[in-house]
């Protein structure tokens, strides 16, 4: 079974809106770690945002936020006001269990910001 | 600048030979990893490195090898025995972090192209 589902190959959103990544997740795990990543054409994976499975609020950074419904094992990531400079793949990904582990990655979503 | 290196940025080699792609950290972490990646595709672990001597396997080792013989340094080989080796592959480095997240670092990549 998937460990990550991202269920949008791609998105469109006009600058300055606000918009949705969807991911699920799959685990067992009552502890666990979910992470976004951004990956520009040029190629490099750049940490977005976390949310640990036990954090009592849903996580922020910037125009980053991530919309957390344990419950429903969703990790939406939200931007707002988006920028040209959003344009790229996201990927979001989940750690199980406390310490360290692997990641384990979803296939992203291609996000297109028009003027 | 703290950060992780690869190179080349892009590599071509003839099918039955290997090649050793070149990851260095300077971000004194203890944890390295190697991902690939392929075209709409998420990332694939291929092998990691907890601590300096020691990896294991990740999710499609087969095909490559690795070594740890420096914290700085996790260089992998993509040997003749792998199938399909023209891929986008990624280095990444983590430490625990404040809140114990083990955020991966990445670097910028190595486009390998096998004709």
């Known amino acids: 079974a998937q460990k990550i589902t991202q269920t949008q190959p791609g998105m469109f959103v006009q600058e300055k809106e606000a918009v949705t990544l969807d991911c699920t997740y799959d685990?067992?795990?009552?502890?666990?770690?979910l992470f976004w990543y951004k990956q520009p054409s040029s190629g490099e994976m750049i940490f977005l945002i976390y949310?640990?499975?036990?954090?009592?609020q849903n996580a922020t950074e910037g125009r980053y936020s991530l919309n957390f419904q344990k419950a429903r094992k969703s990790a939406n990531l939200v931007i707002s006001a988006s920028q040209l400079g959003d344009s790229a793949m996201y990927f979001c990904a989940m750690r199980e269990g406390n310490g360290f582990q692997k990641l384990v990655f979803g296939t992203g979503t291609r996000l297109l910001v028009s003027p | 600048d703290g950060g992780i290196t690869q190179s080349p940025k892009y590599l071509f080699r003839k099918e039955g030979q290997n090649v050793t792609l070149s990851c260095e950290q300077n971000l004194n972490h203890d944890a390295m990893y190697w991902y690939r990646q392929d075209p709409g595709q998420g990332l694939r672990l291929i092998y990691y490195?907890?601590?300096?001597?020691?990896?294991q396997k990740g999710d499609i080792a087969e095909g490559y090898s690795v070594s740890r013989e420096k914290k700085e340094s996790f260089p992998l080989t993509v040997t003749s025995a792998q199938k399909n080796p023209t891929a986008f592959y990624l280095c990444?480095?983590?430490?625990?972090?404040?809140?114990?997240?083990?955020?991966?670092?990445f670097g910028p990549g190595t486009r390998l192209t096998v004709t």
């Open positions: 685990t067992s795990d009552p502890s666990y770690g």
């Open positions: 949310q640990g499975s036990y954090d009592q």
């Open positions: 490195s907890q601590i300096v001597n020691d990896f």
């Open positions: 990444a480095s983590s430490y625990p972090g404040d809140r114990g997240n083990y955020e991966q670092y």
